[in-house]
């Protein structure tokens, strides 16, 4: 079985400034694709950016990038340029190839940016 | 641009009872999940179905079950509440056979057993 783990409950930045969300995960699959979804407070979760395993490029969206290590399984997330707006729980999320498109999720860590 | 509308949005039951967790998608998508998500605890997968007629448990399906029986609705059925079912539920939705992961997900249920 597969499990995420995000070993930072909580984390704070402020507004303009960068920061790196952690995210480690355990799998025995070779394929598999990795995933940072974004909860604004009492809004609906959305995805935030997507990594395929089989690609050694990291992922970007805008002022989101991922730092992808496959080899130490790590996942993390840096959000550039920090918006109010950027508050929000984030989960990191393991899905495997041809599983149903079934994710895995981490415990999240909440993001507050402050003004 | 109603995408994945879950009713009712609260609820709060006494132990012993049942209730369904609504759950509709205007998208045309074949994949729907249930999820809950427990304070600290992240998102459980329930129940997930791959189309209408086809559903399996996920990692958590003790205490409830599901239907599919059109593309758009997949309800969620809790028998015999339980304080251990109090919970914010989220139902989600797919196109699927795509490996994309992006899922697009509801508003929400929350309930409380008492």
């Known amino acids: 079985a597969q499990t995420v783990t995000q070993s930072q409950p909580e984390m704070s930045v402020q507004e303009a400034e960068t920061v790196t969300l952690s995210c480690t995960y355990d799998?025995?699959?070779?394929?598999?694709?990795l995933f940072w979804y974004k909860q604004p407070p009492s809004r609906q979760m959305i995805l935030v950016i997507r990594?395929?395993?089989?690609?050694?490029q990291n992922a970007t969206e805008n002022r989101f990038s991922v730092n992808f290590q496959k080899a130490a399984k790590s996942f993390s997330l840096k959000i550039s340029d920090s918006q109010l707006g950027d508050t929000a729980m984030y989960f990191c999320a393991f899905m495997k190839q041809g599983g149903s498109e079934k994710l895995v999720f981490g415990k999240g860590t909440k993001l507050t940016v402050n003004p | 641009n109603a995408g994945v509308t879950q009713t009712p949005k609260f609820r709060i039951l006494k132990i012993g009872q049942s209730m369904t967790l609504q759950c509709t998608q205007d998208?045309?998508?074949?994949?729907m999940y249930w999820y809950r998500q427990d304070p600290g605890m992240g998102l459980k997968l329930i129940y997930y179905s791959v189309g209408a007629g086809i559903t399996d448990k996920g990692e958590v399906p003790n205490g409830y079950n599901v239907s599919r029986s059109t593309t758009e609705d997949f309800p969620l059925r809790l028998e015999l509440a339980a304080p251990s079912q109090t919970s914010v539920y989220f139902c989600a939705s797919s196109p699927g056979q795509a490996n994309t992961g992006e899922l697009f997900f509801g508003e929400g249920s929350r309930l409380t057993v008492l």
């Open positions: 998208m045309n998508h074949n994949y």
């Open positions: 990594q395929e395993a089989y690609k050694q």
């Open positions: 799998t025995s699959e070779s394929n598999y694709y």
